[in-house]
């Protein structure tokens, strides 16, 4: 399972990364030949999302260095940091930078030559996009295996497939407003349509960053592990011998890795010797049937 999740996720950087370095490429030299703000916007934001991929990538290479004398839980988390800074860019890069050129071109108004151009260009860049977004969302059919997608959507501990998804929402929603604003700037001949077009796109792209952030930002602070997984734990634990009542127990995600930590009344009738067993052997029985968990405590104990 949890190679599974990791597999699905560089594919989905990888579809997402191969995408917008094409699609940047030709927004840029479409920007250069007609004139378009929003057609450069799409360019820079283009550009900012190719750069996500590579931080993306490299959080989640970082996060599966081994565990050390300083970082006994290991560098799980780094995948949350990466991804919160990927939120970061996306807003300051891609939202900000998109309102300026907006604003800048209602202000400076400059004739735009050759809309076709950047028209083909727009509607190859969203066939492309497209293309990433079905991949990532078939790496994420992958991953929920089953739950629905909202209900992933709200849990799931993957920072990396959430940013992607993120990121290719916002890319198509962006490539289509771009369009529709040129389009309208080509029938008209009013050039203000395709700042307006910018500034829009700015706005979708803020949206989306926050959202992204906000949902990193809980992970990066510590999130308790998937709701299926602590369920899991749940049941296990019921199952076993010699345990009385679990007082308190508590999960913390590290990027693909889990860690429980759990207080439990034994059954008074035990020895220490019978009890001790039997905690050991809850915690081989938890971790065969629950990949993720990589650190399982138990305390026994007599009161919470």
Not at 46 to 59: M, P
Not at 108 to 120: F, G, M, R, T, Y
Not at 213 to 237: C, M, T, Y
Request: with cysteine.
């Amino acid at each position: 399972m949890v190679g599974s999740t990791h597999d699905s996720t560089v594919r989905a950087i990888l579809y997402a990364f191969l995408a917008n370095l094409g699609i940047a490429i030709a927004k840029s030299w479409a920007a250069v030949i007609t004139g378009s703000g929003s057609m450069l916007a799409e360019a820079i934001h283009s550009y900012a999302d190719t750069g996500n991929q590579v931080l993306l990538y490299l959080g989640l290479k970082q996060s599966q260095r081994p565990p050390d004398a300083d970082h006994p839980l290991g560098y799980g988390k780094l995948s949350y940091f990466w991804s919160f800074i990927v939120a970061i860019l996306l807003f300051s890069m891609g939202g900000l930078f998109s309102i300026y050129e907006g604003y800048h071109k209602l202000t400076h108004p400059e004739p735009l030559s050759q809309i076709w151009i950047a028209i083909v260009v727009l509607v190859l860049a969203i066939f492309l996009e497209g293309a990433s977004l079905l991949g990532a969302l078939r790496e994420i059919k992958k991953v929920r295996a089953g739950r629905p997608f909202g209900e992933w959507l709200v849990h799931t501990r993957n920072s990396e497939l959430v940013v992607v998804l993120g990121e290719d929402i916002g890319a198509q929603l962006g490539l289509i407003l771009a369009l529709g604003f040129l389009v309208v700037a080509s029938i008209t001949g009013d050039s203000m349509f395709d700042a307006l077009g910018s500034i829009c796109i700015g706005v979708v792209l803020l949206i989306i960053s926050i959202f992204v952030a906000w949902r990193v930002k809980s992970l990066l602070v510590g999130k308790s592990a998937d709701p299926d997984i602590q369920e899991a734990i749940d049941a296990i634990i019921g199952e076993q011998e010699g345990i009385d009542r679990v007082f308190n127990a508590i999960t913390i995600q590290f990027g693909p890795d889990t860690m429980l930590a759990v207080k439990v009344k034994m059954n008074p009738a035990l020895n220490i010797n019978d009890a001790v067993e039997n905690i050991n052997a809850l915690e081989v029985k938890l971790k065969a049937r629950i990949p993720k968990l990589k650190w399982c405590f138990v305390e026994p104990d007599v009161t919470d």
